[in-house]
DNA sequence: AATAGAAATGATAATCATTCCTATATCATG
DNA sequence: CATGATATAGGAATGATTATCATTTCTATT
C-alpha cells in the first residue's frame, strides 16, 4: 500500500461526508503535496475493487467515496446535494424473493429535501 | 410539439429496449434524416421534464430511456447490460415510513446476470 | 550498500457523453 | 408578406474520468 494510497484511504476513513475524488485530492494534499488526480482515481477504483472504499455514482454530479462499506443506502438532499446514510432498505434475499432470480447486488438512492434546505424555502 | 419531439417519442413507445441518445437518434432518423443528435437530447430532457419518458442514468454507460412512466424499476445484467423492467421494488410511502421524513422519490437498480449470459459461462 | 526489476507516481493528453452556441429554417399570426 | 417567436442542425465546448508514459520509488537479493 503505498503512502498516497494511505493516505486517501485514511481521508475518506475521517470522514462522512462522502467526498468527490476533488475533494479527496485537496484534503490528501495537506499529507502528500504533490498528489496527482490521477493517483487519486487511480487509487480510488483499486480501493473500490479491495471493497475497502464503496464508489456513489451519482446522476448529475461527479461521482462522490464512501469508506465505509457495511451495507447501507443513501439519502441525497435534491437542493443541496449532500449525501446521507441509512440502513439498507432492501436486502439481497428480499429482491431475490420477488424477482424469482439470483441477483448480484442493487444500488439504490432516495431522493429528498434536507431539513436545511426545506427551512430556506 | 415539433416533428422531431412526436418522432423521439413516438420511437420510444415503440421499444422496450430501453435505448441511448444514439440509438434513439439511428431509429428517429429513418423518418426525419437531418435529425441531430443535439436535438434529440434537448427533446428527451423535455420529455422527461413532462413525464412522458424517464431516464435511466447508467453508472458506467451512456443513459438509457424509457418511453414507459408507469412506476417500475429495472433489472440490469452486469454481462450485456440488457434492462429489463420489473414492477415497484419499494412506494414512497414504505421508505418515509423506514425513514421518518418526507421522500421526493428513489431510483433503485438491481443486478444480476441474464439467463442468456449465464448460460454462455 | 549496490542494483535490477517491478510497481506506482505526476503530468499531460485523450476520451466520450452531454451541453452550449449560433446562424438558419419553420411556423403562426396580424 | 413581414414579423416575431421558437426549434433546428451542426459544430464547438465542457468536464469528469481514463490512458499514457517518462520518471521515481520500493523491494528483495546479492
Do not use: W
Not at 476513513?13 to 479527496?24: M, Q
Not at 477504483?45 to 461527479?62: F, N, Q, Y
Request: hydrophobic share 35%; charged share 35%; aromatic share 6%.
Amino acid at each position: 500500500m503505498s503512502r498516497q494510497k494511505e493516505v486517501i484511504l485514511d481521508v475518506l476513513r475521517k470522514v462522512r461526508t462522502h467526498p468527490t475524488a476533488d475533494e479527496i485530492l485537496l484534503m490528501a494534499r495537506r499529507r502528500v503535496p504533490a498528489l496527482a488526480l490521477g493517483t487519486v482515481y487511480r487509487n480510488l477504483k483499486l480501493l473500490c475493487d479491495e471493497k475497502k472504499v464503496r464508489r456513489i455514482p451519482m446522476e448529475d454530479a461527479p461521482d462522490r467515496y464512501d469508506g465505509f462499506t457495511e451495507p447501507h443506502d443513501h439519502l441525497i438532499c435534491l437542493d443541496c446535494g449532500k449525501v446521507y446514510d441509512v440502513p439498507s432498505l432492501q436486502t439481497k434475499e428480499a429482491l431475490e424473493a420477488k424477482l424469482g432470480a439470483k441477483v448480484s447486488g442493487y444500488e439504490m438512492k432516495v431522493y429528498f429535501v434536507c431539513p436545511n434546505c426545506q427551512r430556506e424555502e
